[in-house]
């Protein structure tokens, strides 16, 4: 089956401690999204990266890091740093030759 | 800087009526315009996009219009099913800018039967 993979689904944390999310997808898309998720409202963008070994901020990457070492994985890892780390984070990708960006099912974060 | 709002934030419909759903852009630069729906617990998937060539765009009972004068575009869910019951957000998007999306707030809908 291709599609994006997203794991752990739920991930419980202690404050002060980094955790990292995984992305994986077998789609062989370029490029790669974060995006974060807070109750009732719309999707922020956190990172992304068009190309192995290059990503770009989004709008809301304070507390966040990401990596792209292989094409189909694009870990997030939240920091310490991040004040308010509870959310659902989802992962997208898409193709340079297409139009749809297509989502994974999300990680649902809780700090403790 | 809030780029696209989108209203109603939450709409109830009987089964068979029309749910029409509005947002709003800033960013003339934006080139796509995606619907996205939503169900609990899940990532979002693409329902419907148009470009902002075309005014219209219909796919089975859903319809994109699309006004570039006004910044304005909607969806409208003809028939609507209690299936349909979800929340829907629009979005947009530049490809000279890395095909970011930028989503509006989202709108719950419930479908009564």
């Known amino acids: 089956d291709g599609g994006i993979t997203q794991s752990p689904k739920y991930l419980f944390r202690k404050e002060g401690q980094n955790v990292t999310l995984s992305c994986e997808q077998n789609?062989?898309?370029?490029?790669m999204y974060w995006y974060r998720q807070d109750p009732g409202q719309g999707l922020r963008l956190i990172y992304y990266s068009q190309i192995v070994n290059d990503f770009q901020k989004g709008d809301i990457a304070e507390g966040y890091s990401v990596s792209r070492e292989k094409k189909e994985s694009f870990p997030l890892t939240v920091t310490s740093a991040q004040k308010n780390p509870t959310a659902f984070y989802l992962c997208?990708?898409?193709?340079?030759?297409?139009?749809?960006?297509?989502f994974g099912p999300g990680t649902r974060l809780t700090v403790l | 800087q809030q780029q696209v709002k989108q209203s109603p934030q939450s709409l109830i419909v009987q089964k068979g009526g029309i749910s029409i759903i509005n947002c709003a852009y800033e960013n003339t630069a934006f080139d796509y315009f995606p619907w996205y729906q939503q169900f609990p617990g899940k990532g979002p998937a693409l329902l419907i996009a148009i470009r902002p060539d075309v005014s219209e765009k219909k796919e089975g009972r859903f319809t994109i219009s699309f006004n570039k004068s006004a910044k304005q575009f909607s969806l409208h869910i003809m028939d609507s099913q209690p299936g349909d019951s979800a929340t829907y957000f629009c979005a947009a998007s530049m490809r000279a800018a890395g095909n970011k999306l930028t989503f509006g707030g989202g709108t719950r809908v419930l479908v009564k039967p």
């Open positions: 997208a990708s898409m193709s340079e030759f297409e139009d749809e960006q297509f």
């Open positions: 789609l062989n898309h370029d490029a």
